[in-house]
């Protein structure tokens, strides 16, 4: 079987490089590798307050971020998540085969919860990993590909469908994450400790910063003591962060990064991966600029969602009829 392969992205706020690099940079190689389904998870951006201006902002952004990016509405299938209704049927199936206790223990609900007061937690935030479970579902992925925070959720997937099947027999598709090797969590340029976040801009690159601030931001960005250009994450955050971020634009292994640096002082590095980023961010904007002009986006979201729904609606049945669910 070709493979069948999903992601989605929150439009909770800017897009950052490390996004970029998660999903966004391998794209047009995925295209080839199997039948792809990128989606915009505006459900999923809910569950944390988003005003109803910025929400739809983003997620026109969003779409022409994943067209700019290269993909081919001929070759891949591009839709918002709450056009197709499947997934909130889905949802509400799947709800009762994830515990309170797994869910409980997932990082980013952790994560994004301590920062708030108990009262003002919503359940789609806790039941965050059933929609997203759903999502992949739906579509047979067999491959997902994400950043490494998202690892937990899609092995959460996994104990799911294995809880399904081995309920009902062979009904769903076993997925499986994919992270870069390189590159799985891009580090805060201010603060090499924590993950460059859209939802916590500190230190961020933004994929619409203007080319200038870029270059600003990376010569400035925090570096470590020492005058090494050397990847160790333990002792050179900073550097290593830097030297990860060209690594993955270059397209080349760390080590090669490496070497081309072996001699330099850190402010000539900094201005190689400064020409890296710009030289890869220049032409993408140039795109996304063209894009939101045209509208493009809005035919292409129209046939995704019917493209994605005639999918998601086989997928689903096959769930109600395996489950006892009578109906049509
Ligand atoms: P939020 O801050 O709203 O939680 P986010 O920036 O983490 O958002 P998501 O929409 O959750 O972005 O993620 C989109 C994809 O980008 C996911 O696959 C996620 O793992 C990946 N990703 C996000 N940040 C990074 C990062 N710093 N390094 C590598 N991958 C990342
Ligand atoms: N949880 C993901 C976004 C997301 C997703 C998905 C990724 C929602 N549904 C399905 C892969 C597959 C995130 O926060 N980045």
Redesign the pocket.
């Given at each position: 079987m070709a493979n069948r392969i999903?992601?989605?992205?929150?439009p909770t706020g800017q897009l950052t490089l490390g996004n970029y690099i998660a999903v966004l940079k391998n794209l047009p190689k995925l295209m080839n590798q199997g039948d792809l389904f990128y989606f915009i998870?505006d459900l999923?951006a809910l569950t944390l307050p988003i005003e109803p201006n910025v929400l739809r902002q983003n997620s026109i952004d969003l779409a022409a971020f994943y067209l700019a990016a290269g993909l081919d509405p001929k070759k891949a299938t591009l839709f918002l998540q709450s056009d197709v209704s499947a997934h909130a049927e889905l949802n509400a199936i799947m709800q009762n085969y994830l515990y309170m206790g797994e869910l409980s223990r997932m990082t980013q609900f952790k994560d994004k919860s301590a920062k708030m007061k108990e009262s003002a937690i919503g359940l789609g935030l806790f039941a965050y990993p059933v929609l997203?479970a759903s999502?992949?579902i739906l579509y047979d992925a067999n491959v997902?590909p994400?950043g490494e925070d998202?690892i937990q959720?899609v092995e959460l997937t996994r104990d799911l469908v294995n809880r399904f099947n081995n309920r009902y027999g062979d009904v769903l598709v076993i997925p499986k994450y994919e992270v870069r090797k390189v590159g799985a969590r891009i580090m805060s340029l201010s603060d090499p400790t924590v993950k460059m976040s859209k939802s916590d801009p500190k230190g961020d690159i933004f994929l619409k910063d203007d080319l200038a601030v870029i270059r600003k931001k990376i010569m400035s960005a925090v570096t470590d003591s020492g005058s090494e250009v050397k990847f160790d994450p333990e002792n050179k955050p900073g550097i290593s962060n830097l030297l990860t971020i060209y690594a993955c634009l270059k397209d080349m292994s760390i080590e090669d990064a490496e070497k081309q640096f072996v001699n330099s002082r850190y402010g000539d590095f900094k201005k190689a991966v400064a020409d890296a980023v710009v030289e890869e961010l220049e032409p993408f904007q140039n795109r996304y600029k063209q894009i939101i002009e045209t509208k493009a986006y809005e035919q292409v979201l129209k046939e995704g969602a019917e493209k994605a729904s005639k999918v998601a609606n086989v997928t689903l049945k096959r769930v109600q009829k395996a489950i006892g669910l009578l109906g049509k």
């Open positions: 999903l992601t989605g992205i929150k998870a999923h997203m999502d992949i997902v994400v998202q959720h």
